[in-house]
């Protein structure tokens, strides 16, 4: 049954897993789930397989980043009775339907169409935005209280999950703020404001941070040693120990900072952020989000998962990982600071070395690098292919961007594929195919930004 007290989204949402999982609930069978390789697709097989653990049920979890002919054909080989995809499947229906069991996708990806075959938990089908009020990891929350109530202490990794997706900024919406709201009430969840950069002392948590990327700072310990001390502070002091006062004159130079760079102020007061709190683990959902990130981005998937079941060795390992990530991406990001970004009429785009990291450039790149209303997509060699990461911002889609839709367009009429959602979407095209896929993507969005049909 759903939560006795659950607010009006939550209970409904619960009802249609309830009703869509009820026979994977009744019955023994093994159980095989596959998820999608960033933050929030791990979360999502976090939170899924601690259901399953719990239930005592057999399980096997695979993480992967995409579904394609070969991976449907191992799944079909291994004839699981239950395959349960989360995080994608939604644009890969041809495919999922072609499997031999019975498949569920549990998703906040735009369903392509309906399917007898596979049955869709997606938020979008019950009227639940997908981009910014719910994220494959509070969907499958969802899922495992509708197998259990008491897994509502798996909240703290929704949470992570969500943050990973970006969607709790500028605040919680729709379902992920029921979802917060009822799991702090359970005290599974705990928020307070505080300082957006984490470490062990001011200096290492100023010059190694990157998110926000702090221009002359990040990445340049004698830059935020300067930054300390202007604020009156020591470079050895913690973020912990600051009083109200200090932490306001550190705060202000901060915002300064993004300010003078261009960035927008919505995105410089990400400066002050909600860390929240969760039980069960010895850090808050910001952290957790950024380590299962790394792992995710450096191949280190099942360190991420083992962080989400609760190991604490995984977790050493995961910080260790976040750092290395973190040091990478701030190399990468003074390089492009040097070399500069290339504009079209209406994105701007340049090369990344890595495709796993490419998405996490881009946003990077469109909101502190080289901020403005343009939306920004990074190239990476991949093989044979071109790896596309596009960002946009909330404005340019309260203006009518859809960047999934652009993106899916463009690749197609270029050979390849592409989708995802307005705001943060890729897509992957043959090499050599790029310029043209640039251009009708350029296109795409001028007619989406005028207002026509996109
Ligand atoms: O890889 P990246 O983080 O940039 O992907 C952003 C979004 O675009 C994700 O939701 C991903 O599933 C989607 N995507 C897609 N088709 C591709 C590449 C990415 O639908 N070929």
């Known amino acids: ?66 579904i394609d002919a070969p991976l449907i054909e191992t799944l079909s080989r291994q004839s699981y009775p239950w395959t349960v995809f989360c995080d994608l499947g939604s644009g890969a229906l041809d495919l999922v339907e072609g499997l031999r069991s019975r498949a569920v996708i549990i998703d906040h990806h735009r369903p392509l169409r309906e399917s007898r075959q596979a049955l869709q938990l997606n938020c979008h089908l019950w009227g639940i935005d997908g981009t910014f009020d719910a994220c494959a990891s509070t969907l499958a929350l969802m899922a495992a209280v509708s197998l259990d109530e008491a897994n509502w202490d798996l909240a703290g990794i929704a949470c992570a999950g969500a943050i990973g997706d970006r969607q709790h900024w500028p605040a919680w919406r729709g379902l992920n703020a029921e979802i917060m709201a009822s799991a702090e009430r359970m005290g599974h969840l705990r928020t307070r404001r505080g300082l957006v950069i984490d470490g062990p002392n001011l200096l290492s948590a100023l010059s190694e941070n990157n998110e926000p990327f702090f221009r002359g700072v990040s990445g340049n310990p004698e830059g935020a040693r300067a930054l300390i001390e202007a604020a009156g502070l020591s470079p050895q002091a913690t973020v912990k120990e ?22 927008s102020e919505e995105y410089a007061r990400g400066v002050m952020v909600d860390r929240t709190w969760v039980s069960g683990f010895d850090t808050d959902a910001n952290e957790l989000a950024a380590v299962v990130n790394a792992c995710g981005r450096l191949g280190l998937e099942d360190t991420g998962l083992a962080v989400c ?62 901020p403005g209303e343009r939306p920004t997509v990074a190239l990476a060699r991949e093989g044979q292919s071109m790896k596309v990461s596009a960002r946009g ?62």
């Open 1 to 66: 049954m759903p939560e006795k007290d659950a607010p009006g989204t939550v209970s409904r949402v619960l009802s249609k897993m309830e009703e869509g999982l009820a026979g994977l609930k009744a019955g023994r069978e093994p159980v095989r789930v596959v998820t999608h390789y960033d933050a929030d697709g791990l979360c999502a097989a976090g939170i899924l397989s601690r259901a399953l653990l719990r239930a005592n049920r057999p399980f096997h979890t695979t993480i992967v980043h995409q």
């Open 242 to 263: 600051l009083d109200e006062s200090e932490l306001g004159a550190l705060a202000s130079l901060l915002v300064l900072n993004l300010l003078r760079g261009g960035t």
């Open 309 to 370: 079941l609760g190991g604490r060795e995984a977790m050493e390992e995961a910080r260790s990982a976040r750092r290395r990530y973190r040091a990478e991406i701030t190399k990468g990001m003074l390089g492009l600071e040097a070399r500069g970004i290339t504009r079209k009429k209406h994105l701007q785009y340049f090369y990344a070395e890595s495709a796993q990291m490419a998405g996490a450039f881009a946003a990077l790149v469109m909101n502190y690098l080289f």
């Open 393 to 454: 911002t909330r404005p340019l889609v309260a203006r009518g961007l859809d960047l999934a839709k652009a993106c899916r367009e463009a690749a197609t009429g270029s050979g390849g594929d592409g989708g995802g959602h307005t705001i943060a979407s890729g897509a992957t095209v043959p090499l050599g195919s790029e310029m043209a896929f640039l251009d009708a993507l350029d296109a795409a969005v001028g007619k989406q930004l005028a207002g026509g049909a996109g």
